[in-house]
Structure formats: C-alpha cells, structure tokens
Nanobody, 120 residues
Framework: QVQLVESGGGLVQPGGSLRLSCAAS????????MGWYRQAPGKQRELAAT???????NYADSVKGRFTISRDNAKNTVYLQMSSLKPEDTAVYYC??????????????WGQGTLVTVSS
C-alpha cells in the first residue's frame, strides 16, 4: 500500500509563483516515475510534468520554460515549482506515482488533488 500527501496549492495572481510537493510513503521498494497532472474546470485531465527515477524530466508544451519538476529520492518526494503563472494554469493538480512495492508489485497511485487558482 502506498499513500501520497500533496501540498502547496492556493490562490495566486497572474505572474506569481507556487511550489507543489507530493510525498509518497508506504510499502515502497523504488519509485519508477513521479509527476503532476492537472484538470481545469470543464476539461480533461492532462499531463503537466513527469520525472523519472534517474531525474529525466518531461513537460507539457504549455508549461515548458515556466514549470520545473524535481525530486528528492531520499524523501520519496516530487516538487513542481510553478512560475509566471497564467489564468489558464488554474486547475486541480494531481500527483501521480508509479512505484515498485516491497513485495515486487507495480502500482500506479494518484493523489487526492490540490487546487491552484490563478486570478487577479
């Protein structure tokens, strides 16, 4: 069993910054990948950014150059530093983790979501 704890969402003005974090815990042997997806009102969930176990990042074109994803393997935590925020970044952001458990099962786990609102 794996649990995710997300934090960092809130209200910010256009051009501002926020830092999201997601900490994984439980029966973890290793985390293959971690990332963030987002779902805006009335829209489908979409990829924002992911990062591999080796630290290789992948970004959606819409956030490239503004968002930075990173991870701390010792803490099983992924971060999303969001800068130059735009109103269209408003969404519920969901942490996603692909993990190998201690009993050698692969699990994809979703967080409960944290709301980011960009508005003046």
């Amino acid at each position: 069993q794996v649990q995710l704890v997300e934090s960092g969402g809130g209200l910010v003005q256009p051009g501002g910054s926020l830092r999201l974090s997601c900490a994984a815990s439980g029966s973890i042997f290793s985390i293959k990948s971690m990332g963030w997806y987002r779902q805006a009102p009335g829209k489908q969930r979409e990829l924002a950014a992911t990062i591999t176990e080796g630290g290789w990042p992948n970004y959606a074109d819409s956030v490239k150059g503004r968002f930075t994803i990173s991870r701390d393997n010792a803490k099983n935590t992924v971060y999303l530093q969001m800068s130059s925020l735009k109103p269209e970044d408003t969404a519920v952001y969901y942490c996603n983790v692909y993990v190998l458990t201690r009993d050698y099962r692969y699990l994809e786990v979703w967080g409960q979501g944290t709301l980011v609102t960009v508005s003046s």
